[in-house]
């Protein structure tokens, strides 16, 4: 039975009105027209659908969206402000640690969570924190690096 779902979506009121147990990604893509957030392995292993729910990183290819109710949803479309991009997209460009761009969104993402917390990083902290994020395309030591960057970025700025 459809239900009426209000959230935070990139920092807007958002309400839809479907099933419940439909999946977060499904839900952004299809009904909502947000297709940063991408399907890969529809199993929650590799990260490519990774989103931040209340600041956490959440895979939305298993999250409901009954899950969301309430709550305050980031996807990649939300992490610029007034056309600047965040810190971490400029060191993703920066180091070249965008390939295909595929696992994009979720590893910055899955990084932007994992600086909230973590806002100085050493680079084991930052291996263990992206290594659940599958890139396809062997990018991983650039995107590390860029998380590196990133977190003096956002240091230098003040956090966003």
Same mark, same amino acid.
């Given at each position: 039975?459809e239900?009426? /779902?209000?959230?935070?979506?990139? $920092?807007?009121?958002?309400? *839809?009105?479907?099933?419940?147990?439909?999946?977060?990604?499904? +839900?952004?893509?299809?009904?909502?027209g947000? =297709?940063? =957030?991408?399907?890969? #392995?529809?199993?929650?292993?590799?990260?490519?659908? =990774?989103?931040?729910?209340?600041?956490?990183?959440?895979?939305?290819?298993?999250?409901?969206? %009954?899950?969301?109710? $309430?709550?305050? +949803?980031?996807? *990649?479309?939300?992490?610029?402000?007034?056309?600047?991009?965040h810190?971490?997209?400029?060191?993703? *460009?920066?180091?070249?640690?965008?390939?295909?761009?595929?696992? =994009?969104?979720?590893? /910055?993402?899955?990084?932007?969570?994992?600086?909230?917390?973590?806002?100085?990083? %050493?680079?084991?902290? *930052? +291996?263990?924190?992206?290594?659940?994020?599958? #890139?396809?395309? $062997?990018?991983?030591?650039? /995107?590390?690096?860029? +998380?590196?960057?990133?977190?003096?970025?956002?240091?230098?700025?003040?956090?966003?």
């Amino acid at each position: 039975m459809e239900k009426l /779902i209000q959230f935070r979506l990139n $920092g807007e009121p958002t309400q *839809i009105k479907t099933e419940p147990e439909r999946k977060l990604l499904w +839900v952004l893509r299809s009904d909502l027209g947000l =297709t940063g =957030t991408k399907y890969s #392995c529809g199993q929650g292993f590799c990260g490519g659908c =990774t989103l931040l729910v209340d600041n956490q990183a959440v895979r939305s290819c298993l999250y409901p969206l %009954s899950f969301v109710k $309430g709550k305050d +949803v980031l996807t *990649i479309e939300g992490l610029s402000k007034n056309g600047e991009l965040h810190p971490l997209q400029e060191a993703f *460009i920066q180091h070249n640690a965008l390939q295909c761009g595929f696992c =994009t969104p979720g590893m /910055i993402l899955t990084a932007y969570s994992f600086l909230l917390k973590n806002p100085h990083p %050493s680079r084991e902290q *930052i +291996v263990s924190a992206m290594e659940q994020n599958l #890139c396809r395309c $062997g990018s991983h030591n650039r /995107i590390i690096q860029a +998380v590196k960057t990133a977190s003096q970025m956002m240091a230098k700025e003040g956090s966003r």
